[in-house]
């Protein structure tokens, strides 16, 4: 199901997370489905009380309209990277089918490096796959979540293994932009109202140079929400735990 991951532990489902589903959410909290399941919507959806709401602002690149006006509206710096890869003919861009064992461990290595939250491969496997290869190796990668009429981005992750040549770098930044670029022209091209660029943080020092670059796409601004339902025992378990700390 797309936009959909279940998370498992010693094969039973503990938690289910999804996008854009408000009316799945809604049914699978009546039918108690699972422990714990989490929504992310740009929708206010009324809850039962037993829903925990958080927000945050996420940035909405409109693809209702054309891809030209989509670039035009990039700022300068984004854009020019853009259009820089367009006369680079050692890159290509691929949309894949599936994240095999290599691409893999570059996202671990990535994650890592950069100090942040690991999710095994069926989490990466429940979004579309987008790749920048230069000179025929992958370099630069994106997964996006396709929840028609909606897209949102889900990881942006690159080689850091190759981030050492500082020209390469540079490359692998071009790239990750082009992705996006690509990614839009796709739901642009088919029908789509928008991409959500997967949350902002304005505040945050630490989160400076994403915000940048995800805002360097001319998106809109928008309230983002995060609806998290626990079941009656799971919710018992909490209070329990929180009684004896």
Do not use: C, H
Not at 2 to 10: D, L, S
Not at 124 to 146: H, M, R
């Amino acid at each position: 199901m797309k936009g959909v991951y279940i998370n498992r532990k010693f094969g039973l489902p503990v938690s289910a997370r999804m996008i854009f589903q408000d009316k799945l959410f809604l049914d699978w909290i009546e039918k108690n489905k699972y422990p714990m399941i989490i929504l992310i919507s740009q929708n206010k959806v009324d809850v039962p009380n037993s829903a925990n709401i958080s927000s945050k602002k996420t940035a909405n690149i409109d693809l209702k309209k054309d891809i030209k006006e989509i670039l035009s509206n990039f700022n300068s710096t984004t854009r020019n990277e853009v259009r820089r890869t367009f006369k680079m003919d050692d890159l290509e861009f691929r949309r894949e089918d599936r994240i095999d064992k290599k691409i893999y461990k570059i996202y671990k290595n990535f994650r890592k490096d950069k100090k942040l939250s690991l999710r095994d491969r069926k989490f990466l496997e429940s979004a579309s796959l987008y790749v920048a290869y230069y000179k025929g190796e992958p370099i630069s990668f994106v997964t996006v979540y396709d929840v028609r009429p909606s897209l949102r981005i889900q990881n942006i992750f690159s080689d850091i293994s190759k981030e050492s040549d500082s020209e390469l770098k540079k490359i692998i930044g071009y790239s990750t932009r082009r992705l996006i670029y690509e990614i839009a022209k796709f739901g642009s091209e088919n029908g789509y109202n928008f991409l959500d660029m997967a949350g902002v943080n304005l505040d945050d020092p630490k989160k400076q140079g994403i915000t940048k670059f995800k805002m360097g796409f001319g998106g809109e601004l928008v309230d983002e929400y995060t609806y998290t339902y626990k079941s009656p025992f799971l919710r018992k378990m909490s209070l329990f735990k929180n009684k004896f700390k």
